[in-house]
């Protein structure tokens, strides 16, 4: 993984000045950022003989989880594996997602896990309560293929020891939209095949050498103190949509605060070109770009030496074409002084995608402190959860059936 800050708009001594302001060198330590104590070998040997056991009686798993209980997983699952059919999710009660995921089920040969902190968020419960149904129609319903991921003494556990499922803890300091390397992303993981050891090896070298992390922070600061309040996150690759996920959650739902935020917002190269570039090139400039390349993909296809239409391509591959096309979007952006950071992939592994990860847990909680709001928590978010559940305890709907 190489990061390029010079088209950044700012000479790095102004992020070193910047970062002296708030003593950072003091900022990477467990009770500022609890999510760089990665999990211990005790801890990994755990949820790997978890997963094991899994695997010898179910070969495929559906993670039931919402927002930081899923993203992360889903984004590592993407770019590694493919959307390998060995893990399923279910991150959403809309019916005809939950309709249409149960159907591609094999009930017999299929174990669950459910993820909340606190062990009672509504649509991860409310999904829980209609597999357990569909189990028990089929006499499916035990602990062995159950695995319960939260807090310590909540709902989950105690369900898990009324059905002797297994449980795995989410360290109580740690929040969910940084917990992809807890139990939360580390049991699908290791049950979809992923080099977990890989995975946490890219946090870890991150984590040794930090200062990425601490420039991409300073220069997202200085731009949106600039104005640049809107934060693009553009890689070139399909197989990195769900990495935007994750990112908008992580960037909006940690940095939204006290009428503060830089608003997070997702395009995937080369098919954003064609929709949303145009804004980006020749609209106001008040956005931060930051450019993902992956240099060696899993395959290839060359086009034939004699192409009809366009000569130019014949004997290329999509590989060529695709990185022509993103040196292309850089030379219209810097045409326009917009601010970008680079980022180059040697290719979409466990290790890239944990030093991607990490840097970016890092990088939001820099940016908070310098935006002087606190990077945990989502109390706005918690108004909307209170009101949803006084119209199902009142038995009304907010008037939307009328």
């Known amino acids: 993984?190489?990061?390029?800050?010079?088209?950044?708009?700012?000479?790095?001594?102004?992020?070193?000045?910047?970062?002296?302001?708030?003593?950072?060198?003091?900022?990477?330590?467990?009770?500022?950022?609890?999510?760089?104590?990665?999990?211990?070998?005790?801890?990994?040997?755990?949820?790997?003989?978890?997963?094991?056991?899994?695997?010898?009686?179910?070969?495929?798993?559906?993670?039931?989880?919402?927002?930081?209980?899923?993203?992360?997983?889903?984004?590592?699952?993407?770019?590694?594996?493919?959307?390998?059919?060995?893990?399923?999710?279910?991150?959403?009660?809309?019916?005809?997602?939950?309709?249409?995921?149960?159907?591609?089920?094999?009930?017999?040969?299929?174990?669950?896990?459910?993820?909340?902190?606190?062990?009672?968020?509504?649509?991860?419960v409310s999904l829980m309560n209609i597999i357990f149904e569909e189990l028990r129609k089929r006499d499916f319903l035990s602990g062995e293929r159950l695995v319960f991921i939260g807090d310590r003494g909540n709902a989950f556990q105690k369900l898990s020891e009324e059905f002797e499922a297994f449980f795995l803890e989410i360290p109580k300091e740690i929040e969910g939209r940084f917990s992809v390397f807890t139990a939360v992303g580390l049991l699908p993981a290791y049950f979809a095949g992923y080099e977990v050891a890989q995975f946490l090896d890219g946090a870890y070298d991150l984590l040794d050498a930090p200062i990425p992390a601490f420039y991409l922070a300073a220069s997202k600061y200085l731009h949106y103190k600039a104005g640049r309040d809107i934060s693009v996150v553009m890689p070139y690759s399909s197989y990195m949509a769900e990495f935007t996920e994750w990112y908008a959650q992580l960037w909006a739902e940690s940095l939204g605060k006290n009428g503060k935020g830089q608003t997070p917002l997702k395009a995937i190269g080369t098919s954003s070109q064609h929709s949303i570039l145009q804004l980006f090139v020749d609209g106001p400039d008040d956005k931060f770009y930051q450019l993902f390349f992956v240099n060696n993909r899993s395959s290839d296809v060359r086009l034939p030496e004699k192409s009809l239409i366009l000569p130019y391509v014949g004997g290329k591959t999509l590989g060529e074409i695709m990185r022509a096309e993103f040196e292309g979007t850089l030379h219209a952006l810097r045409q326009k002084n917009?601010?970008?950071?680079?980022?180059?992939?040697?290719?979409?592994?466990?290790?890239?995608?944990?030093?991607?990860?990490?840097?970016?847990?890092?990088?939001?909680?820099?940016?908070?402190?310098?935006?002087?709001?606190?990077?945990?928590?989502?109390?706005?978010?918690?108004?909307?959860?209170?009101?949803?559940?006084?119209?199902?305890?009142?038995?009304?709907?907010?008037?939307?059936?009328?």
Do not use: C
């Open 1 to 124: 993984m190489k990061v390029f800050f010079e088209d950044s708009g700012f000479p790095l001594l102004d992020y070193e000045l910047l970062l002296e302001e708030i003593d950072y060198k003091n900022l990477l330590t467990p009770s500022v950022m609890p999510f760089i104590e990665l999990p211990s070998a005790e801890e990994l040997d755990r949820i790997e003989k978890v997963a094991g056991q899994l695997q010898e009686k179910f070969s495929s798993l559906v993670v039931v989880g919402m927002g930081g209980s899923s993203h992360g997983t889903k984004a590592l699952h993407q770019a590694v594996g493919k959307d390998n059919p060995r893990l399923l999710f279910l991150d959403n009660i809309d019916p005809d997602l939950l309709s249409e995921t149960l159907k591609k089920i094999d009930w017999e040969r299929t174990a669950f896990v459910f993820i909340s902190k606190s062990g009672k968020t509504l649509e991860t």
């Open 338 to 402: 917009r601010p970008i950071v680079r980022f180059e992939l040697s290719k979409l592994s466990e290790y890239q995608m944990g030093y991607l990860f990490m840097t970016y847990m890092v990088a939001v909680v820099v940016m908070a402190r310098f935006m002087g709001v606190n990077p945990y928590g989502q109390p706005a978010v918690e108004i909307g959860k209170r009101y949803a559940r006084e119209l199902l305890e009142e038995g009304r709907d907010g008037g939307l059936s009328q």
